[in-house]
Every structure is written in structure tokens, then in C-alpha cells.
């Protein structure tokens, strides 16, 4: 089977070099041809430093190489039998490529989305067969994180998201299937992560740096601060603002004025050198050594609403407990899945987080979960 991916970006790209390492002849397509002349040319400098590291052959190196080709016209592409799309995450735009790509591939050809927040089903239908439309969720880095958020729309065809899992399975992939609301799993799940760090800082009880600390005191890799900076502010603040709108604006994803001064600003992140933090050439992140009674209060507050969104994706069906434990570790890599996490102290302990500060502050943000309320209240696990 012949894949092609649309969008040469850092994210296509990385598709790309996957779905040809695992065996397939992958086109490459990209409304700027010079965006897939360089995207090509990067792939090349990939495989050399695999070679050097002793991951590939030169051989195989060659070979993988050589099933990537460049696209110039859509057209290209009416031998494919699975199109994934990494374009910018615009529902018009989507849309728009889906009635157009339909128009060229054949009739067996399944229509794949990489969109982290969009509806599928939504972007579906604009299709005439709206059943051979699936998202395909990779994380960025593609070629480096395992995990894949297969999200059937409501239109899709029953048997496509096995195919599409066991397809996955077979490039080396990790996969949960899981339904298509806002987020899905792990872009609903982490939004806590990003969205109450920010409020403790706006609310002066700690700096940046030192918010970072404490979570990278309980195992995280990268504090929020740091990782939004890595993702991207303008990214990370999209998605967010998506997810808000999408659960017709739930307090609990609301965005931050904070984020979006640093969007305005122009201030991305590393990628445009500065963000939350500057990036010198060269330079690294420091940061403080946090004491814990500092840095646990910290911790508790993000993790109690990290768990709650898990527990309320549990019990709206979005995934199964295990797979929703899979997805914050393999696709974000979080030290522990995040319902293995609330067993630990037990569901009263989290609920009473949760209620202590929905009573001081009022506020629906901290609502929470009716399933982590049933699970404290029999004194049972979340899982």
C-alpha cells in the first residue's frame, strides 16, 4: 500500500519517515514545494545520523530514502491507499483538502486526519463517504514517541479503526482507539497541566521556574513552563482555546491572558527564542532545588486536577482506564499513568483537593469528577 502525507512540516515529515521506514512508498505533498524540498533534504541529514549511530545500514538507510517522493500536485496521490493529513489545524481549511483529496483518490482509499483537537467527525463531512475518515494522532516527535490516538468519527465504518490499529501495531506504534470528543484522551487529560500552573502563577503564589521544579520534583521530565515553551506557546494555545470552545466553554479549559500575551507577543517559546524563558544559543535551562513544602502543595493542586480529568474522561467513556494510563505515559511521557496515580492516596484524598479549592474559590473550574466522587465515597479504585 502507498501512503501519502499532506503537510511537510515538522510533524508530516515525521509521518513520512515512519510510514516509509516501515516499509511503504510515501509521498510527501505540501502546497510549498520548497517546504517539501527541505523536508526531504532533512530526512536525509535523519538517516545519516542514524547510520552514524549505528541504527540503520547504509543500505537500509538507502532504501527507506528512496521510498520518500516528492509531490507536487494532489493528483499525485490517486494511488494511495491511506492519506494522513498534518496541515495546520484549521477546520475550513481540513475540510476543504478532504472534498478535494476524495475527488482524487479511489474509493477504497482511507481518508486519515492528524488533528490533535478537531472533531473528526466534523471534518468528515465534508466528505461524500464520510465512513473511510479516521484520525490518526501521532506526537511530535513522530518518529521517536510511540503512541497513536486512533479516533473513529461517528460516520466511520465499524471495522476501520481495527484495521487502522493493527495497521499502527505493525509501524511499531503504540495505539489506543478512543472516542471523538475534544482532545481525545491526552490533549483533554494534560490541559491541567498548562492551564493550573499558569493560574498559580498568576495568582503570585510562585514563579515560573520554581512551579517547574516542583513538578519535576514528582517525576515529570519538563515542568509546564519549559514544555510549553518546547511545544510552542502559539500551539499550545490554540489547542487549548480549541478544547475550551469545543466543550462550549467549560471553565475548567479556559484559557490564560498570560498564554495569550505570549502569543501576542510573538513570544513562542525556543523555537522564536524566547517564551517563558530565554533561549541564548548554546544556553540551557536552570532551575531552582525546590523544598518540598513548597514544591508538594504545587504538585498536589496540578495533580489533583490532572486526575480529575482523567477520572471524567473514564467515566464519559472516552477510553478505558488502561488506555487512558497508556496514553499520559506513552504519548506525554508522564513518570505514571494518572488513575495508577490517584490509587496511591485514594480518591478521598484528591476529592478533598479538589473540594477544598472549589471552596475557596467558587469556582466551576474545580468541579469534580461524579466518578472519582463514587470511587471516594466505596472507597474503591479509579482503575
Not at 506504534?173 to 490533549?187: L, R
Not at 533561549?279 to 518540598?292: I, N, R, S, W
Not at 502543595?297 to 482506564?321: C, G, T
Request: aromatic share 8%.
Amino acid at each position: 500500500m502507498n501512503v501519502a502525507v499532506i503537510g511537510a512540516g515538522t510533524m508530516g515529515s515525521g509521518i513520512a519517515q515512519v510510514a516509509a521506514q516501515a516499509g511503504h512508498t510515501t509521498y510527501l505533498y505540501d502546497t510549498r514545494k520548497e517546504a517539501v524540498d527541505k523536508a526531504i533534504a532533512a530526512l536525509g541529514k535523519t538517516f545519516d545520523k542514524l547510520v552514524e549511530k549505528g541504527k540503520l545500514t547504509v543500505e537500509k538507510a538507502t532504501e527507506v530514502r528512496a521510498r520518500i517522493k516528492p509531490a507536487t500536485e494532489l493528483k499525485e496521490l490517486a494511488g494511495c491507499g491511506l492519506v494522513i493529513e498534518a496541515i495546520i489545524e484549521d477546520l475550513g481549511i481540513k475540510k476543504k483538502l478532504f472534498a478535494e483529496l476524495e475527488a482524487v483518490l479511489g474509493g477504497d482509499a482511507v481518508l486519515a486526519t492528524n488533528t490533535s483537537s478537531l472533531s473528526v467527525t466534523a471534518i468528515a463531512a465534508a466528505c461524500a463517504k464520510p465512513e473511510r475518515v479516521i484520525g490518526l494522532h501521532f506526537f511530535n516527535p513522530a518518529p521517536l514517541l510511540p503512541f497513536v490516538e486512533v479516533v473513529p468519527g461517528l460516520a466511520t465504518d465499524h471495522g476501520l479503526a481495527p484495521r487502522m490499529y493493527t495497521l499502527m501495531q505493525a509501524w511499531g506504534k503504540t495505539p489506543v482507539i478512543c472516542k471523538d470528543t475534544p482532545g481525545f484522551i491526552v490533549n483533554r487529560v494534560a490541559r491541567p497541566f498548562y492551564g493550573e500552573a499558569i493560574r498559580i502563577y498568576e495568582e503570585g503564589i510562585a514563579d515560573m521556574p520554581t512551579i517547574d521544579a516542583a513538578m519535576k520534583s514528582v517525576g515529570f521530565k519538563m515542568g509546564p513552563f519549559e514544555l510549553m515553551d518546547l511545544i510552542g506557546n502559539d500551539i499550545n494555545f490554540t489547542v487549548t482555546k480549541t478544547v475550551w470552545e469545543a466543550f462550549f466553554f467549560d471553565p475548567r479549559y479556559k484559557p490564560s491572558f498570560t498564554q495569550q500575551r505570549q502569543v501576542e507577543s510573538g513570544r513562542f517559546g525556543r523555537k522564536t527564542g524566547r517564551g517563558y524563558y530565554s533561549y541564548p544559543e548554546g544556553g540551557t535551562l536552570e532551575f531552582p532545588a525546590v523544598d518540598a513544602t513548597v514544591a508538594d502543595p504545587i504538585a498536589e493542586r496540578i495533580l489533583a486536577m490532572l486526575i480529575n480529568e482523567a477520572a471524567d474522561a473514564l467515566f464519559w467513556q472516552v477510553a478505558s482506564a488502561a488506555d487512558i494510563d497508556l496514553a499520559m505515559t506513552k504519548g506525554v511521557n508522564y513518570p505514571k499513568g494518572l488513575l495508577a496515580w490517584a490509587d496511591e492516596k485514594g480518591s478521598a484524598h484528591w476529592l478533598g483537593v479538589l473540594e477544598g479549592l472549589q471552596a475557596r474559590y467558587g469556582e466551576d473550574r474545580y468541579r469534580p469528577s461524579a466518578l472519582l466522587r463514587e470511587a471516594a465515597a466505596v472507597k474503591r479504585s479509579l482503575r
